[in-house]
């Protein structure tokens, strides 16, 4: 049978009429100048090893060596130290996240925590020092003697003050420091997440816009082309055959304008959700996709800036050293406990004389805790404490993965997204020439209905797929920009 889990305690009380207040004050120095002078159980931090390469993939950089070399001359600068207001050039999409910073509720709510994170690290290290409070007191009730006595108290005391020999109270102080410092970390993450998803957004309401533009075009081609070939039809100049490829491919575009009016209005609601309010009926003219001008030579350095540039990294860090710290406090715990618990002031019988020539009084009480047995409550702490340090070094070590990853697909797309728009509008160019010698040869009869119509449906796909990777281009900048760090600068 276990025993019934007790502490030891050592307390003492004392009242003395003649004893100075000033002598209450000089023990309070002696007990914050010991308690300064204690230990720490803290872990020592050592920073994990990053575990990714020690370069990123050459193949994927492209021709980015050369800004690369310029950027460790000092001739070319990083994602996180050009500000967004210089990589964007579109007056329209800078307007857009300026409104965003201002109005958008989850950047709002990241700086909230950072107040909250505040309180909570006053709360912390207010633990540190003593709490003085002043009240007044007073008690009546039966003597043996069957009289009916009052006793009336007024002054200033301390409850419950902890001499931190063993480091307690700071280690939690040091965990809700990092844990501030970690909020703080956070909200550079949301402004950094939410300047990248109104540029990305934004651009894919232009490429709705243009999509939009091709399939309107295209439709009214269709439609003249259905017109011409029924009137052939009618006349017999044509087949059936000829007749229904010509109005399956102008149903085909109408339902291509329905989901491209459908993915515009989609993508304009989710930009109004970011920047927080409706668009504005003023807002500057912008910019084509093909005119945004995006600074393109951002270095990418070596996957060990990425510690110093992303502020989802240092947040990781710091939730480490919080936890870390939460080690030492719970270490602490096995340590005796000392609390100083005393008052200082005038006690009297009657309240109106309690100012006048009440007695002074004071009492100061030491109290002496040592665990003894507690069924392995400390213990697991300490254990519970050391696992949550562990997930934590999981955690950092995933978001340099995470980072390592981001930058290295960033980079790809860099490589081959400027060669694959070259040979994606060089194709459209083709196709542009195909359709239009294909329509002239059958307008001098040397070509039929189904070579026009296979051109049309050619040139259509081609189109549609030139302004995707024109999107996709200019959205994978902006993508590089927020991976390297870009968006937040001090």
């Known amino acids: 049978m276990q025993s019934t889990p007790t502490r030891s305690a050592l307390t003492a009380t004392m009242t003395d009429s003649h004893m100075k207040p000033s002598h209450i004050f000089r023990l309070a120095t002696l007990a914050a100048a010991v308690a300064l002078a204690g230990c720490s159980l ?3 931090y050592e920073r994990p090893a990053a575990p990714v390469a020690s370069r990123f993939d050459a193949t994927a950089k492209g021709d980015t060596g050369a800004a690369d070399s310029a950027a460790t001359a000092g001739s070319t600068a990083t994602a996180a130290e050009t500000e967004w207001q210089n990589f964007f050039k579109d007056a329209r999409l800078k307007r857009l996240v300026e409104l965003s910073l201002q109005n958008n509720r989850d950047l709002r709510v990241a700086v909230l925590a950072i107040e909250q994170a505040r309180a909570q690290l006053q709360v912390r290290r207010a633990d540190e020092l003593p709490t ?5 007191n ?3 009730g039966p003597t043996t003697s069957g009289a ?7 002054g200033l005391s301390v409850t419950a003050y902890e001499l931190d020999f063993f480091g307690r109270v700071r280690a939690l102080s040091q965990a809700a420091q990092a844990q501030l410092l970690g909020t703080e970390e956070a909200r550079k993450t949301v402004q950094i997440s939410l300047i990248a998803s109104v ?4 651009l894919s309401v232009l490429a709705d816009d243009e999509l939009l533009r091709v399939t309107r075009d295209t439709l009214i081609t269709r439609q003249e082309s259905l017109r011409l070939t029924q009137l052939k039809f009618d006349n017999e100049a044509t087949s059936k055959l000829e007749l229904s490829q010509a109005r399956s491919l102008l149903e085909g575009a109408k339902v291509a304008l329905a989901q491209a009016t459908r993915q515009r209005a989609l993508d304009g609601t989710a930009l109004v959700l970011l920047v927080g309010q409706s668009l504005p009926t003023d807002l500057p003219t912008g910019l084509a996709i093909t005119e945004q001008g995006l600074v393109s030579d951002l270095p990418a350095g070596v996957p060990s800036d990425l510690l110093a540039r992303r502020p989802d990294i240092r947040q990781a860090e710091q939730t480490l050293l919080a936890n870390n710290a939460n080690i030492g406090a719970a270490r602490a715990a096995f340590f005796p406990r000392i609390t100083l618990t005393g008052s200082a002031g005038v006690v009297s019988n009657d309240l109106d004389t309690l100012f006048n020539t009440g007695t002074t009084a004071w009492t100061f009480v030491p109290q002496l805790l040592i665990p003894i047995f507690d069924y392995g409550r400390y213990s697991a702490n300490v254990e519970s404490a050391k696992v949550a340090r562990d997930i934590a070094v999981a955690q950092y070590e995933k978001a340099i993965q995470t980072g390592f990853r981001e930058v290295s697909d960033a980079l790809a797309g860099r490589a081959t997204l400027s060669e694959q728009l070259r040979a994606q509008n060089a194709q459209l160019a083709a196709e542009q020439t195909r359709m239009q010698l294909t329509d002239m040869r059958f307008k001098h009869g040397a070509a039929n209905a189904f070579e026009v119509l296979d051109a049309q449906r050619s040139l259509f796909a081609t189109q549609q797929a030139a302004v995707q990777v024109q999107v996709q ?8 920009y927020k991976v390297l760090g870009g968006g937040w600068k001090e």
Not at 474 to 479: A, D, E, K, Y
């Open 42 to 44: 803290i872990p020592t």
């Open 132 to 136: 003085v409070n002043a009240g007044i």
């Open 138 to 140: 007073g008690t009546r």
């Open 148 to 154: 009916i006595t009052s006793t009336y108290t007024a």
């Open 199 to 202: 540029a990305s957004t934004y």
């Open 473 to 480: 281009q200019v959205q994978n900048l902006v993508t590089l």
